[in-house]
């Protein structure tokens, strides 16, 4: 099982989840951030430090974000890996909770 980052990080990309992954699990894209399903191990140290909630265990990911399952699968083959903290987008304050956002996605 891994843990899975869901459209609400999407045009937010808070990092705090990056700084107590303990494997190097996320990748980075331009307005989003994933999580190798290959890397992660289970340890659900990142799913409480999200400020935008949008990261859930594989088996409890809403109905409405499964895509983001083999999407989280896709880009993480493609993105570099992020290890360090860094500002999230300006206005992430104001995407953070906006729902229908997946057509916003950079790749």
Not at 85 to 105: F, I, Q, R, S, T
Request: glycine share 2%; proline share 7%; hydrophobic share 35%.
């Amino acid at each position: 099982m891994t843990f899975v980052v869901t459209e609400n990080c999407i045009r937010c990309k808070f990092t705090d989840c990056v700084d107590v992954c303990p494997v190097d699990c996320f990748h980075e894209g331009p307005n989003f951030l994933v999580i190798d399903p290959d890397e992660c191990i289970d340890c659900s140290l990142c799913e409480p430090e999200c400020p935008a909630k949008a990261i859930y265990s594989e088996d409890e990911v809403p109905d409405s974000q499964k895509q983001f399952i083999e999407l989280n699968r896709e880009l993480a083959k493609r993105w570099p890996v992020i290890t360090e903290v860094k500002k999230p987008a300006d206005d992430a304050d104001d995407w953070k909770d906006k729902a229908g956002k997946l057509d916003y996605l950079e790749r």
